[in-house]
């Protein structure tokens, strides 16, 4: 994937949804390849959980916002194409209203998240830069660049070399998560038969939160570089160049090794609260699935007609493995011709991430205000698209010369 806090942006579900109550449409989903063991046509989904919350966020800032912009614009300004005394006025009036982003009480776990999973990205996101995450949630963020697509191409191309895509249609949110943890169970049985898979969906709830992640790619050690057992977890990021990365950004990418192993661990050891996950995704647990989602479940070997029945499968399923192994493995490519410019290996660091995790928690229940980068990552303003109205950038009062040039990661899409 490209550069970034975030995760791969081919990530999970990709469903075209209908105007009928019931939720109906298709979802894209996909099966492990193999020759050596054939496995069914498990989900794996298009679209990460993560960047349909950001996504939603953005949607719902926008209704938020609009009403009043359209007050402060005559009827006779509002055309179809937009004139550029209206969209002079739209800009004006998001600047004015990027401060008071954070005036209201709700936190935004509730604003942005609500009934939905923390991601893994909205945790990486907001350790690169507080201010910038909470803008993004409040205002949405820029349109995909060329280097995020380019990484996201890849990141496709590595997951098309495990899984064949497939459609599913789905009729309600409870179709979509029994897809969801239906490709987690085919994911780990990869794993188990073949030593590998890639793009494995995570659910799982750590520290009173529900958190979702999306791990690259997971595989058994190799016997020379680990002793342990454990399946060693990597994510791998796109370059534009072919140098690696200032420390800020290792840094984060690290967090987010260490995140999907807390992750990882959370759920084997502690299980799978089945109750309060209906509770907080207002899941009705005894719904039967609809047909095309039961046949896919039937292909997979699996008896289940109800949510929670695949519910059952998903804790199951993971009361069966190993912690993730201590070694985490963080590799970066150039995109220009996929050569690998490093694999940086590091072990997992369980009181430090969770004194990230802690502070970024804080965050997004609103126990504190939105902290600025410190001073000497303030080269990342350079690449934010909130800048001109920061306070926190140094080149909001005098430019800065002195920092060095980067390639500043995206917040999540």
Same mark, same amino acid.
């Given at each position: 994937?490209?550069?970034s ?125 507080? %201010? ?16 995020m %697509? ?11 070399e ?14 979509k ?17 073949e ?32 002793s342990?057992?454990?399946?060693i ?27 999907? %192993? ?31 989602v ?41 995109? %220009?011709?996929?050569?690998?410019i ?10 430090w ?17 939105a902290?600025?980068t ?17 306070p ?22």
């Open positions: 994937m490209a550069e806090p975030s995760e791969s942006t081919s990530d999970s579900l990709s469903t075209t949804t209908s105007t009928k109550p019931a939720q109906s449409g298709t979802v894209s989903i996909s099966s492990p390849q193999s020759h050596h063991v054939v496995f069914p046509e498990i989900p794996i989904e298009i679209v990460s959980e993560e960047e349909m919350a950001i996504l939603d966020a953005a949607l719902a800032a926008s209704r938020s916002i609009l009403p009043s912009v359209i007050r402060s614009v005559s009827p006779s300004r509002i055309t179809a194409g937009g004139s550029p005394k209206t969209i002079r006025s739209i800009t004006l009036f998001s600047k004015r209203k990027l401060s008071a982003c954070s005036d209201i009480e709700e936190s935004y776990l509730h604003r942005f998240r609500r009934n939905q999973a923390l991601g893994v990205t909205d945790l990486t996101g907001t350790e690169w830069c507080e %201010k910038q995450m909470e803008n993004v949630l409040c205002f949405g963020r820029r349109k995909v660049n060329k280097a %697509k380019v990484g996201q191409a890849r990141h496709l191309q590595l997951e098309e495990v899984v064949k895509k497939v459609r599913v249609k789905v009729e309600s949110n409870e179709d998560w029994a897809l969801k943890l239906l490709n987690s169970i085919a994911g780990v049985n990869q794993f188990l038969f030593g590998r898979t890639r793009e494995l969906l995570l659910l799982g709830f750590v520290g009173g939160q529900w958190i979702v992640g999306i791990i690259d790619e997971l595989r058994k050690a190799y016997a020379e570089e680990s342990d057992s454990g399946p977890l990597i994510d791998t990021k796109t370059r534009l160049r072919d140098t690696l990365p200032a420390e800020p950004q290792r840094r984060n990418g690290r967090l987010q090794l260490m995140l999907y %192993k807390l992750l990882w661990d959370t759920i084997v050891k502690e299980g799978f609260p089945t109750g309060p996950f209906f509770d907080y995704f207002s899941l009705n647990r005894n719904y039967v699935l609809s047909q095309d039961r046949d896919h479940i039937a292909n997979a070997g699996i008896k289940a007609q109800t949510l929670e029945e695949i519910v059952r499968y998903y804790e199951n399923t993971f009361q069966m493995l190993p912690i993730a192994n201590n070694q985490l493995l963080l590799k970066y490519e150039f995109q %220009k011709d996929q050569s690998i490093a694999e940086i290996r590091f072990n997992h660091d369980h009181e991430v969770m004194s990230k995790y802690r502070e970024v928690i804080e965050f997004w229940r609103n126990e504190r205000e902290g600025y410190p001073e000497e990552e303030r080269w990342k303003c350079r690449y934010c698209q909130f800048a001109k109205s920061c926190g950038n140094p080149s909001f009062e005098s430019p800065s010369t002195s920092s060095p040039t980067r390639e500043a990661p995206p917040l999540p899409s």
